[in-house]
C-alpha cells in the first residue's frame, strides 16, 4: 500500500479505500502451509462453566499468586543442536534451543487441542 500523505505517509482515506488485489503464489506461498480461516470451534458455555471462567479470571486478578520454576537437564538437547547444526552449517542454518522449545509446544498443542483454548465469556473457543 502506497501513502499519500506528506512523506508517503499512509492516512485514513488510503486504508479506507484499499482494495487489495489477489496476491500471486510465489516461492514463498509454497515453503508455507496456508492458514485456514476459521479453523476453530465455538463450544457453548453451561452456567456451570460460565461460573467457573468468571471465578477463575477473577481469581487471577485479585488474588495474590506466585510462579513456580523448574531447572531441566537438556544436556541431551544440546548434544543433538550440536550435531545439527554442524551439518546445517554449509545451509546458513543454526537452530536455537528456543527453536527445539516452540516445536515441543506445537506438537504437545496437537497431541492435545484443547489446551489450546480461548476463553470469550459466552464461548470456549477450541
Not at 514463498?28 to 461460573?51: E, G
Not at 510462579?67 to 550440536?82: A, F, G, N, P
Not at 543454526?94 to 527445539?100: A, E, G, Q, R, V
Request: proline share 7%; charged share 20%.
Amino acid at each position: 500500500m502506497k501513502g499519500t500523505g506528506p512523506d508517503g505517509r499512509i492516512t485514513r482515506q488510503d486504508v479506507e479505500s484499499y482494495n487489495p488485489l489477489p496476491a500471486a503464489p510465489g516461492p514463498a506461498a509454497s515453503k508455507f502451509p496456508s492458514i485456514v480461516q476459521d479453523a476453530y470451534t465455538d463450544i457453548p458455555v453451561s452456567n456451570m462453566r460460565r461460573v467457573i471462567g468468571t471465578r477463575l479470571t477473577q481469581s487471577k486478578q485479585e488474588v495474590p499468586h506466585y510462579y513456580l520454576t523448574v531447572d531441566i537437564q537438556m544436556d541431551k538437547l544440546l548434544k543433538m543442536r550440536q550435531v545439527l547444526n554442524s551439518t546445517l552449517a554449509e545451509k546458513a542454518v543454526k537452530l536455537s534451543i528456543n527453536d527445539f522449545i516452540v516445536k515441543a509446544v506445537a506438537c504437545a498443542l496437537a497431541d492435545v487441542p484443547e489446551a489450546n483454548s480461548a476463553w470469550l465469556g459466552e464461548v470456549i473457543r477450541q
